[in-house]
């Protein structure tokens, strides 16, 4: 039993609520563990169905905490969801069957296999930029690995989080799946408790705080986090279908993407022409005043706005140059969308994540530049390249990291439920997604069954000579 005070801890929520519903959780964990395909297939479906009833609300939501254009919502808080329930049905009798594996033949006479078992009762803290998408994929991911799920959305997108409480209330019970609402007074308070998994997305500063509280009980962590991703557009690319797709992920959420491209490395003999083909695709896509566009959406709050209007300040008074954008507007949280140049590596643009619709734009002459100042950062979430060449493409992925990445586009890697998505490092520990999702939420438990006798108990003490020299073979041979 847990030790937390009843006090309030918010508006919504006080510990002993927590604590009440941590307890359940705990005590009906073996009933969920032990629920059948069919079983976690249905809440599954569940999931799937009132997700797509309350599609309007959510949509209705998300415009009202930041003028998400009902269109950008199914493509990215929709269907990634639906995607990946799809994906998690079709796959969970193969992902929970047992896994046959080989046995050593020192081992002869027992056979040896997988279980993968649920980690019990696990804690799931989503952030606000893609809300709906980064708490419900997990969720999908949890479910089937039959676990038990605290919630905690972020309180920076209210709306939406009313709305993905009504949803998980009314499919499930507390004891199995609970939301509970908050900000950092309920994070903290809930990052006190013994969870058996703690699934984070969100800045890799606050990665820190929820892995340090995690290591007090020793609970395991998958950490979804952020960074600078980098975009390198080589003298091979096509350059108009470059410019198209990296203002396309640029500026979709307004930027408010952990895979956006944060920066872009060009070659500088094709710098003008993708400057160029740049400001054609942000006027096709949000005209020139992109304020009366309704697929452009805002930052998400005043303090966000304040941080990137400072960089483009900093930028600026360093000696950047805006090609294009740099309009703002306070009252509405607006900003154009932005192309700078020049832009100083010491610039606060250049050292934090950008996280919004800025895009600096770098000419390079020799890709091994480029190398260096990448891997002079932290390791990014995603690294994109646009060339034509395998030999340059394959030169750049041998000599960088990344969490993962995509050649000749930006961020749709994250659409591809077979591939595990996350970071390395400062962006991340842990994947997402699919079958790898599934085992973040999995102890793979490795067990040995004794068939027949074991040629080890060959071995047993006394030692002599005779049984030295069967060691001796065993390790010359086995
Ligand atoms: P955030 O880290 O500020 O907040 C995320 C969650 O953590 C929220 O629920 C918040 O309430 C909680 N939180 C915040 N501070 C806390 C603290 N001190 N102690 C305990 N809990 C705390 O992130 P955000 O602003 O919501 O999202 C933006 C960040 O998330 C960016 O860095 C972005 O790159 C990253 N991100 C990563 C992914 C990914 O999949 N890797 C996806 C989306 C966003």
């Given amino acids: 039993m847990t030790s937390l005070q009843?006090?309030?801890?918010?508006?919504?929520?006080?510990s002993l609520t927590i604590n009440k519903i941590f307890d359940l959780q705990k005590g009906n964990q073996y009933n969920v563990g032990n629920s059948t395909v069919k079983e976690r297939r249905a809440k599954l479906d569940r999931l799937h169905q009132a997700i797509l009833k309350y599609r309007n609300d959510i949509k209705k939501a998300l415009y009202d905490d930041f003028k998400?254009?009902?269109?950008?919502?199914d493509m990215t808080e929709i269907y990634p969801v639906t995607s990946e329930i799809k994906h998690a049905k079709s796959n969970l009798a193969l992902w929970m069957r047992d896994q046959s594996i080989h046995t050593p033949l020192a081992l002869l006479g027992s056979?040896?296999?997988?279980?993968?078992?649920?980690?019990?009762?696990?804690l799931i803290i989503s952030p606000w930029n893609?809300?709906?998408?980064?708490?419900?994929?997990?969720?999908?991911?949890?479910?089937?690995?039959?676990?038990?799920v605290i919630i905690k959305p972020s309180e920076m997108t209210p709306h939406i989080a009313t709305v993905m409480k009504k949803i998980v209330d009314e499919i499930f019970d507390e004891n199995e799946v609970a939301m509970i609402e908050g900000g950092i007074d309920v994070s903290t308070e809930l990052l006190k408790l013994p969870f058996n998994h703690i699934f984070f997305t969100g800045a890799p500063s606050v990665g820190k705080i929820v892995m340090a509280a995690a290591a007090k009980n020793l609970t395991s962590v998958t950490l979804e986090l952020g960074g600078k991703s980098p975009t390198i557009v080589d003298e091979t690319a096509d350059i108009d279908m470059a410019a198209r797709r990296i203002t396309w992920s640029k500026f979709a959420n307004n930027g408010q993407i952990c895979i956006a491209p944060d920066y872009v490395y060009v070659h500088e003999s094709k710098k003008e022409a993708f400057l160029t083909a740049v400001k054609k695709y942000i006027h096709q896509f949000y005209s020139d005043d992109?304020?009366?566009?309704s697929s452009y959406n805002r930052i998400v709050n005043s303090r966000h706005f304040d941080r990137l209007k400072g960089y483009i300040e900093d930028a600026v008074s360093k000696g950047a140059k805006i090609e294009t954008g740099g309009q703002l507007s306070g009252t509405e949280n607006y900003i154009a969308p932005t192309v700078m140049t020049r832009v100083d590596k010491s610039s606060i643009l250049m050292t934090n994540e950008i996280f919004g619709p800025i895009m600096p734009v770098f000419g390079f002459q020799r890709i091994e530049d480029v190398i260096q100042d990448i891997n002079a950062q932290e390791k990014p979430l995603a690294l994109y390249i646009f060339s034509k060449s395998s030999k340059n493409t394959n030169h750049i992925i041998n000599n960088t990291r990344a969490g993962g990445g995509c050649i000749n586009h930006c961020a749709v890697h994250y659409y591809n439920t077979h591939l595990p998505f996350g970071g390395s490092n400062n962006s991340g520990i842990g994947k997402a997604h699919g079958i790898e999702g599934f085992k973040s939420f999995s102890n793979s438990r490795g067990i040995l069954k004794q068939n027949f006798t074991n040629a080890l108990e060959l071995l047993l003490p006394p030692f002599n000579n005779f049984k030295q020299k069967l060691i001796d073979l065993t390790i010359k041979y086995f």
């Fill in 290 to 293: 992109a304020t009366k566009e």
């Fill in 6 to 14: 009843d006090k309030p801890i918010s508006d919504k929520t006080d």
């Fill in 68 to 73: 998400k254009h009902p269109s950008e919502v």
């Fill in 111 to 122: 056979s040896s296999y997988i279980k993968y078992e649920p980690k019990g009762v696990v």
């Fill in 130 to 148: 893609f809300p709906v998408n980064l708490t419900f994929c997990p969720l999908v991911s949890a479910i089937a690995a039959g676990n038990c």
